[in-house]
Each structure stands twice: as structure tokens, then as C-alpha cells.
């Protein structure tokens, strides 16, 4: 119908969507859509005031959305709408980012890195098209930067990845347990919501005045706050990286210049020290790799999504070949999801 205002769906799996969505959200509603959230895992506290809670699958149908967007590797099959995968992260270097399931149309991309696998992807399956739009979760990161304080402390955002065979947190734990105590750099640990405890324990036990954990979900605040980051191979660091800020990582699976790489417990003081004191080393090369991961630097990325989204729902599957079936992913969706409105 022409003129009818946009339904979309935004669908959440892991508590760390929320912040890739709403810069999404914030752009439909600009342009007079209604947005509503289906959250399989997450608790409906998660989500704020004003946003709408659709719980079953016959709500959904109900609602009947033009778009799913999803930032996680899935969606169930039978929601309509186009389906659009947003990404959860910019983990070029892990395995499964490149895996096509066969469950979306379209695949937003962040930059080249990822635009031309995944064109080259395309080509290949037939069943799904390509838009480079860059990332809405960090269109508020290129909002106006925050005053430091004369004088300051320096502060380090330390981000492992959850990754048993890649987490630094076993490693490092006593080594930053003696930074702390003898430096005066301030620490905030982020957590990847899937880190197992035995893994974060040992980081947990720290204490001092200028230690602290985060508990929130949102990651950008952090990111905002930091002057250092140090991680494994989480893909956090390419989120800060964006900021133009260095990245101190440990045993990454993907080393490059574009990163202060250190190996051994030992190094990492002497590491962080340095840039820290403004003696970076990866500086040029990290904006040369931020150039192809992620040139967007306007804060528009939702703007383009929807645009792309737009392009799609005009010209529809002309020239697509049908998706795969995903009976089992159909299946197991369909066994989980609850079927009707609950009535409590």
C-alpha cells in the first residue's frame, strides 16, 4: 500500500543487541515507523519504556513486519518480512563470521573487509544481496567526545574475549593484579556475556580503589571513557580502534600492526606504559585498518540500513534464487518459541 508506514522487528537473542538496535530504532522512528522487539533470552526488563514487547509468534505474524533486523546468526524462518543481519560484532578474524546459513536477504556490511567477502559470497549462493552500510551500534560514538579532566588519571577498558582457547584472563590476571596496585591508571573490565565464570574469576578477585567491573551492557560508554585498551582477540578492539585510540592485545590470533601485540605477562606493563604516554607505535597502521573496516565516520549507518532496507523491499527477489529451507533451524525455532500471547 502506498504510504503505509514501516513495521519493523527487531530480534534479540543475547543482551549485548540492545545496543546494536536502538541507534536502528531511534532512525526508523525519525522516519515514522513502529518498531517492535522480540526477545528470545532476554529478560523484557532489558528493554525501556517505550518500546514494544511482542511475545509470541502469533504477535508477530500479527504485526506483520516489512524487516527482521537481527544481530546474531540466526532468526526463525517463518517471521515475515525481509530478513537483514546487522552483525553482533566486527570478528572478521573468527571463525563463523563468513558462514552463510541461509536464513537472510540481506547482509549489511561495515566497510571492505567484510563488503567484498561477502559480495563474493553473494555471487556464489544467489540467495541473498549485499549493501555496505557500515554499523549502527557506533553511529553515537562519533557523537561530540568528552572533556578529560586536567590531570586525570589514565584509563585502561580491558575487554577479553569469552573464548576459552583465546581468553586472556587466566594469563593476565596476576599481572594485573600488581598494575594495580602499584599504578595509579584507573581499570574497568568488560566482560563478553558468554564468559564462563572459571575464566573470570580470577579477574573478579582483584581489588583496589581504581579497579572496577562493569555490569552494564552497554559497551560505547566504555569505549568513550577509555584511553587504552587491552584485550585478546576480542572484536571489541576494532569498535575502539574507531576512536583512534590504541589497542594493547594479548596472543591475538590475527596480529598486525595496527595493534600493540604483546606475548608474554610480562611485556604488558612496559606495553601499556608506553602508549599511555602517547608512544604508539600502531597508530598510522591502525587508521589505514580502520580506513577498511569501517570508514563511516558521519554517525549515519542506521540512515543507510534503512535505505538499503528500502532498495530491498522495492525490488524485492527478482533475480534471487530461493533460500535454503533450514528445516532444523524452522524446527527448533518452532519447538521454542512461544506459539500464542501468554495469559498472564
Same mark, same amino acid.
Given at each position: 500500500?502506498?504510504?503505509?508506514?514501516r513495521?519493523y522487528?527487531?530480534?534479540?537473542e543475547l543482551?549485548y543487541?540492545?545496543?546494536?538496535?536502538?541507534?536502528?530504532?531511534?532512525a526508523?522512528?525519525?522516519?515514522?515507523a513502529e518498531v517492535? $522487539?522480540?526477545l528470545?533470552? =532476554?529478560? !523484557?526488563?532489558h528493554?525501556h519504556?517505550r518500546?514494544r514487547?511482542?511475545?509470541?509468534?502469533a504477535?508477530?505474524a500479527?504485526?506483520a513486519p516489512h524487516a @527482521?533486523?537481527v544481530?546474531?546468526?540466526e532468526v !526463525?524462518?517463518f517471521?515475515p518480512?525481509?530478513k537483514v543481519q546487522?552483525?553482533?560484532?566486527?570478528?572478521i578474524?573468527k571463525?563463523?563470521?563468513?558462514?552463510i546459513?541461509g536464513?537472510f536477504?540481506?547482509?549489511?556490511?561495515?566497510g571492505?573487509?567484510?563488503?567484498?567477502p561477502f559480495e563474493a559470497?553473494?555471487k556464489?549462493?544467489?540467495?541473498?544481496?549485499?549493501?555496505e552500510?557500515g $554499523?549502527p551500534?557506533?553511529?553515537p560514538?562519533?557523537d561530540?567526545?568528552?572533556?578529560?579532566?586536567a590531570?586525570?588519571?589514565r584509563?585502561?577498558?580491558y575487554? *577479553?574475549t569469552?573464548?576459552?582457547s583465546?581468553?586472556?584472563a587466566?594469563?593476565l590476571?596476576d599481572?594485573i593484579?600488581?598494575i594495580?596496585a602499584?599504578?595509579d $591508571?584507573?581499570w574497568t573490565?568488560?566482560f563478553h556475556p558468554?564468559?564462563?565464570?572459571e575464566?573470570a574469576? =580470577?579477574i573478579?578477585?582483584i581489588?583496589g580503589?581504581?579497579?572496577?567491573?562493569?555490569?552494564a551492557?552497554?559497551?560505547?560508554?566504555?569505549l568513550?571513557?577509555?584511553d587504552a585498551?587491552?584485550?585478546?582477540t576480542?572484536s571489541a578492539?576494532?569498535e575502539f580502534?574507531?576512536l583512534?585510540?590504541p589497542?594493547?592485545?594479548f596472543?591475538?590470533?590475527?596480529p598486525? =600492526?595496527?595493534l600493540?601485540?604483546v606475548?608474554? =605477562?610480562a611485556?604488558?606493563e612496559?606495553?601499556l606504559?608506553?602508549?599511555?604516554?602517547?608512544?604508539?607505535p600502531?597508530?598510522e597502521?591502525?587508521r589505514r585498518? @580502520?580506513?577498511a573496516?569501517?570508514?563511516w565516520?558521519?554517525g549515519?549507518?542506521s540512515?543507510?540500513?534503512?535505505?538499503a532496507?528500502e532498495?530491498e523491499l522495492?525490488?524485492g527477489?527478482?533475480g534471487?534464487?530461493? &533460500? *535454503?529451507a533450514?528445516?532444523l533451524?524452522?524446527? &527448533?525455532?518452532w519447538?521454542?518459541?512461544?506459539k500464542?500471547p501468554?495469559?498472564?
Amino acid at each position: 500500500m502506498a504510504g503505509e508506514a514501516r513495521r519493523y522487528l527487531m530480534f534479540v537473542e543475547l543482551p549485548y543487541s540492545f545496543e546494536i538496535l536502538r541507534p536502528l530504532q531511534a532512525a526508523a522512528r525519525a522516519r515514522g515507523a513502529e518498531v517492535a $522487539w522480540f526477545l528470545n533470552g =532476554p529478560a !523484557p526488563s532489558h528493554l525501556h519504556p517505550r518500546e514494544r514487547l511482542l511475545g509470541s509468534v502469533a504477535e508477530v505474524a500479527a504485526f506483520a513486519p516489512h524487516a @527482521v533486523f537481527v544481530p546474531g546468526n540466526e532468526v !526463525p524462518p517463518f517471521f515475515p518480512g525481509l530478513k537483514v543481519q546487522v552483525f553482533h560484532g566486527f570478528a572478521i578474524e573468527k571463525k563463523g563470521h563468513f558462514r552463510i546459513r541461509g536464513m537472510f536477504d540481506l547482509f549489511c556490511t561495515f566497510g571492505r573487509l567484510t563488503t567484498g567477502p561477502f559480495e563474493a559470497l553473494a555471487k556464489r549462493h544467489g540467495c541473498f544481496r549485499v549493501a555496505e552500510t557500515g $554499523w549502527p551500534k557506533v553511529d553515537p560514538l562519533f557523537d561530540a567526545p568528552r572533556a578529560r579532566a586536567a590531570g586525570a588519571a589514565r584509563r585502561i577498558l580491558y575487554a *577479553p574475549t569469552f573464548s576459552p582457547s583465546l581468553t586472556s584472563a587466566p594469563a593476565l590476571a596476576d599481572t594485573i593484579r600488581d598494575i594495580v596496585a602499584r599504578r595509579d $591508571w584507573h581499570w574497568t573490565v568488560k566482560f563478553h556475556p558468554k564468559m564462563a565464570e572459571e575464566f573470570a574469576a =580470577p579477574i573478579r578477585a582483584i581489588r583496589g580503589a581504581n579497579f572496577s567491573i562493569a555490569t552494564a551492557d552497554e559497551m560505547l560508554p566504555l569505549l568513550r571513557d577509555a584511553d587504552a585498551m587491552l584485550t585478546d582477540t576480542s572484536s571489541a578492539a576494532a569498535e575502539f580502534m574507531l576512536l583512534d585510540k590504541p589497542v594493547v592485545a594479548f596472543r591475538n590470533r590475527a596480529p598486525g =600492526p595496527h595493534l600493540v601485540t604483546v606475548d608474554e =605477562p610480562a611485556q604488558l606493563e612496559s606495553a601499556l606504559a608506553s602508549v599511555l604516554e602517547g608512544d604508539d607505535p600502531s597508530r598510522e597502521a591502525r587508521r589505514r585498518y @580502520v580506513q577498511a573496516m569501517h570508514p563511516w565516520r558521519d554517525g549515519r549507518s542506521s540512515e543507510r540500513v534503512l535505505d538499503a532496507v528500502e532498495a530491498e523491499l522495492a525490488r524485492g527477489r527478482d533475480g534471487l534464487r530461493r &533460500k *535454503p529451507a533450514s528445516l532444523l533451524r524452522r524446527l &527448533k525455532y518452532w519447538r521454542t518459541l512461544p506459539k500464542t500471547p501468554s495469559s498472564a
